[in-house]
């Protein structure tokens, strides 16, 4: 999921018949935390928990050139087990 998400990010900004540039694939990834992180925190407000996550930390460093090991691999990544999904209901 996490791949073909990055992929869609970039099909929707019409960028794939280009290669992507390394900023291109570090917005990917940070839209794609931000998204993991939205949908965690909704689940579990539906389910009256107190927790939440915040994502901002990771998405600072990836756009501050950090950690782009991480940006890569989840670029390269081909599959999706492990990766938290919206349900369908």
């Not at 460093?61 to 990766?83: E, H, I, L, P």
Request: a positive charge; proline letters at 3%; zero cysteines.
């Amino acid at each position: 999921m996490a791949a073909q998400a990055a992929r869609n990010h970039l099909i929707k900004n019409d960028i794939l018949h280009q290669s992507p540039t390394p900023e291109m694939l570090v917005e990917s990834y940070a839209s794609h935390l931000e998204q993991i992180a939205a949908v965690f925190n909704k689940h579990s407000r539906d389910l009256g928990l107190g927790v939440r996550l915040d994502a901002s930390g990771a998405v600072a460093a990836v756009r501050a050139k950090n950690n782009y090991g991480r940006v890569t691999r989840f670029a390269d990544r081909s599959d999706d087990s492990g990766v938290l999904m919206i349900p369908n209901s």
